[in-house]
Nanobody, 117 residues
Framework: QVQLQESGPGLVKPSQTLSLTCTVS??????????WSWIRQAPGKGLEWMGA???????YDSPSLKSRTSISRDTAQNQFTLQLSSVTPEDTAVYYC?????????WGKGTLVTVSS
């Protein structure tokens, strides 16, 4: 059973860069045909897929966030990370890491990030 755990600061100031790490256990981030995603949900809104990194290291970006997001991985630590630059209060959300092959099969519990001065 794959388990994912998000970690990172819960409060970020406007214009700064939000950085989150997802630590994976029970499976490898290089497992063939698995994709490792970041998804967020702002208060009162639906889920928003932010981007993903594939088992191969290939990257997939959301067109709406592409200019501000950076996803990377550390295979030795079995982790993948999200960086979101130039944040505003509108980036306040619960951030989830998730994975699956043709669909999302596993979710982290989510972490609330608040953007505020």
């Amino acid at each position: 059973q794959v388990q994912l755990q998000e970690s990172g600061p819960g409060l970020v100031k406007p214009s700064q860069t939000l950085s989150l790490t997802c630590t994976v256990s029970g499976g490898s981030i290089t497992t063939n045909y698995y994709y490792w995603s970041w998804i967020r949900q702002a208060p009162g809104k639906g889920l928003e897929w932010m981007g993903a990194i594939a088992y191969s290291g290939s990257l997939y970006d959301s067109p709406s966030l592409k200019s501000r997001t950076s996803i990377s991985r550390d295979t030795a630590q079995n982790q993948f990370t999200l960086q979101l630059s130039s944040v505003t209060p509108e980036d306040t959300a619960v951030y989830y890491c998730a994975s699956g092959n043709y669909a999302i099969d596993y979710w982290g519990k989510g972490t609330l990030v608040t953007v505020s001065s």
